[in-house]
């Protein structure tokens, strides 16, 4: 079932816009001058809410400097965050970060038309990102929007250079134990301007060393733009990253951050159920105050090994009677289908913490409307990077170009082989930022993030782990 009945067209009038909840995204469908469009509710340059305060304008444009101007009015959707500009008919952002510098050139004033001067080329660009948008049909008095006519959010139009610039080398200003194992770490920049904004849910992919690249959830507060704040449990099996922040990081060390990235944003609901394991606290607690400074009803069930090893405890007893703790040495394996309840419509429900706790939940939830459950995993689950690893070929519809994908290699890194770049992150399968939209084939997923229903949909993929059950696979690139 691909479309969507949304809302009537006496509902959303000339300049106005609903935000709507389909397949657990949320979308806005505007009405410019009385067209319809349904676009992705979140910005794809850092994940905050886009649509439902947006301002819709127009755009003037010239075919040469001294052409008539052409003003063609509710072309653009500019996010109130950081004022990315979309052209709504296409998605298209008008901002190109490849060229986002501003250069000077000299200016002189003559006299009459000079032959040699040339005309600039481009004017206005698009940009590499491409906001996700809908199909919308008015079909008697309701307006139907069509996912499976979805364009891709988060992949590139043209290849992009895979050394993006880092976003901030921030500074560690603070260092302090939160918990046994949990180090909490505040970020600044190094001139003490405001540290980039986020929303609750967004990570960092932190540059500890050359060879120590980790991720961490922002778990501090969005509207306090002086401080980015993250909460490292030391992994006792781990790969060095957490023994570096826990051992060798101190405070005044700089680390190069890249980021925020958000692909475990609140989504609308009437109703919350948020539950965390252990370090998996750390993306929740953004979110429960999000909630409680809405008044959205929720509640928070934080389970650990003892006490003693959880952390920001205090901050979360202080929201009373909505947080539950769930020490295991106290009382035992958190009692999901209590903290769940029965299966009903209107709620999210946010887990994050170790595997065999989010696989407990999925396994809660399946039962539940498709779409109700988020989570972040640290981790791939179990398993989940196995099987056959034969060559197939990959199609790059957009660009034209047929890409061999070798035994051994990841199709991102084939595709990056041939110029064409996705962005990564955990590389991985459990961050989703490489999730790509696919036109034909059949994806052999082996991720951790995208839901059971997007995995049997077989419209999207993580190119980053998945592979193909076929020997071709077309993807919108
Ligand atoms: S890069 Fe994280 S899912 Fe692909």
Not at 48 to 63: E, N, Q, Y
Not at 124 to 132: H, S, Y
Not at 381 to 400: H, I, K, M, N, Q
């Amino acid at each position: 079932m691909t479309r969507y009945a949304v809302a009537g067209t006496s509902e959303i009038g000339p300049g106005q816009r609903k935000i709507v909840e389909i397949e657990g995204r949320p979308v806005g469908v505007l009405n410019v001058d009385g067209e319809y469009f349904a676009l992705l509710d979140r910005c794809p340059h850092a994940g905050a809410p886009l649509c439902g305060h947006g301002t819709i304008f127009g755009v003037s444009t010239a075919a040469q400097p001294d052409g008539p101007i052409e003003y063609e009015g509710g072309r653009s959707l500019r996010c109130p965050w950081h004022a990315w500009e979309f052209d709504v008919r296409t998605g298209v952002s008008f901002y190109d970060p490849r060229n986002a510098r501003v250069r000077r050139y000299p200016v002189e004033v003559v006299a009459g038309a000079p032959d040699d001067v040339v005309e600039p080329d481009g004017g206005r660009q698009e940009g590499p990102l491409v906001l996700e948008g809908y199909e919308v049909a008015v079909e008697g008095d309701m307006l139907v929007v069509d996912t499976a006519r979805r364009r891709p959010g988060r992949t590139a139009v043209p290849p992009r250079p895979a050394d993006e610039p880092v976003d901030v080398v921030a500074v560690v200003a603070a260092k302090r134990a939160a918990a046994a194992g949990v180090a909490v770490v505040e970020l600044r920049s190094r001139d003490g301007t405001p540290m980039p904004a986020w929303t609750p849910g967004a990570h960092l992919e932190v540059t500890l060393t050359d060879d120590l690249v980790r991720h961490y959830s922002l778990c501090g507060a969005p509207d306090d733009r002086s401080t980015w704040r993250i909460g490292v449990l030391r992994e006792q099996r781990g790969r060095g990253g957490s023994a570096y922040v826990h051992d060798t990081l101190q405070v005044g060390d700089e680390i190069r951050c890249h980021g925020p990235r958000n692909n475990f944003a609140l989504e609308k609901a009437r109703e919350y159920v948020f539950l965390a394991g252990g370090i998996g606290i750390t993306p929740i607690l953004p979110m429960i105050a999000e909630c409680e400074a809405s008044g959205q009803p929720w509640r928070l069930v934080y389970g650990g090994r003892s006490r003693s090893s959880m952390a920001f405890l205090e901050e979360v007893e202080a929201y009373g009677d909505r947080v539950t703790i769930w020490p295991h040495d106290e009382r035992g394996h958190l009692d999901l289908p209590a903290a769940l309840g029965e299966p009903r419509d209107g709620v999210a429900v946010y887990c994050c913490g170790p595997g065999p706790l989010i696989d407990a939940v999925e396994g809660q939830c399946a039962p539940w409307p498709a779409g109700t459950l988020h989570v972040e995993r640290f981790r791939p689950a179990d398993g989940a990077l196995d099987g056959p690893d034969t060559a197939f070929e990959v199609v790059c519809d957009r660009s034209d170009l047929v890409v061999g994908v070798p035994e051994g290699r990841s199709v991102v890194d084939a595709l990056a082989d041939a110029g064409v770049h996705v962005p990564t992150s955990c590389r991985e399968g459990t961050c989703g930022t490489c999730e790509t939209v696919v036109l034909d084939g059949v994806p052999d997923h082996r991720d951790s993030f995208l839901s059971p229903s997007e995995r049997a949909s077989n419209e999207v993929m993580t190119p980053c782990c998945s592979r193909s059950h076929g020997p071709r696979l077309v993807l919108d690139l």
